[in-house]
């Protein structure tokens, strides 16, 4: 990698942490460890302990043989810092999100480059307020810092087909 290469690398990575710092502060309700908006917390079906993201945006669990997800590129977030950037690639269309399950460490920054294949889509992450609509063939960028470890619930909430409730979740790893 040349030493162009990295200075572009490092200045987009203390971008996105800045405006992730922003975010953060900019008068969203924190929700579980600061991941997200309150009323977000989990939800238990009965009698089990077990929760469903089907109805709760967020849990603290993690499942026990969660892999990494490898990002489609990988840097250094910044200079010095042992967090890195990710940059994964995402289809959604009728047939859902692709891949529906991103898998990452606590602390990285995350990029998401989606795509909406066979329609006009939306993407919402309803613990963190981030929200992008893309339109058939069309490519939007989706970026966030990790701040706790947990399940997160992602989902298309407004521009779904036929109704359809298009979901997929996020992995933080501890």
């Known amino acids: 990698m040349t030493r162009k290469q990295l200075i572009i690398l490092a200045a987009l990575g203390g971008f996105i942490a800045l405006v992730a710092i922003i975010g953060a502060f900019s008068g969203r ?8 908006p309150a009323g977000s917390a989990e939800e238990e079906t009965e009698g089990s302990g077990a929760v469903s993201l ?12 969660a892999v990494e997800t490898p990002p489609a590129i990988e840097a250094p977030a910044a200079p010095g810092r042992e967090e890195t950037l990710g940059i994964f690639e995402m289809t959604v269309s009728r047939n859902g999100f692709a891949p529906s399950t991103l898998t990452v460490k606590l602390g990285n920054l995350v990029q998401i480059r989606l795509t909406a294949e066979d329609g006009d889509y939306d993407f919402s992450m309803p613990w963190s307020g981030l929200y992008q609509k893309v339109v058939k063939g069309e490519t939007k960028q989706v970026s966030f810092q990790t701040t706790a470890a947990g399940t997160y619930r992602f989902e298309c909430r407004d521009s779904c087909p036929a109704g359809a409730k298009i979901m997929g979740q996020l992995i933080v790893l501890p």
Do not use: C, L, M, Q
Not at 54 to 65: F, I
């Open 29 to 36: 309700d924190a929700g579980p460890e600061g991941a997200g």
């Open 54 to 65: 089907e109805t709760s945006a967020y849990t603290s669990e993690v499942p026990e043989n």
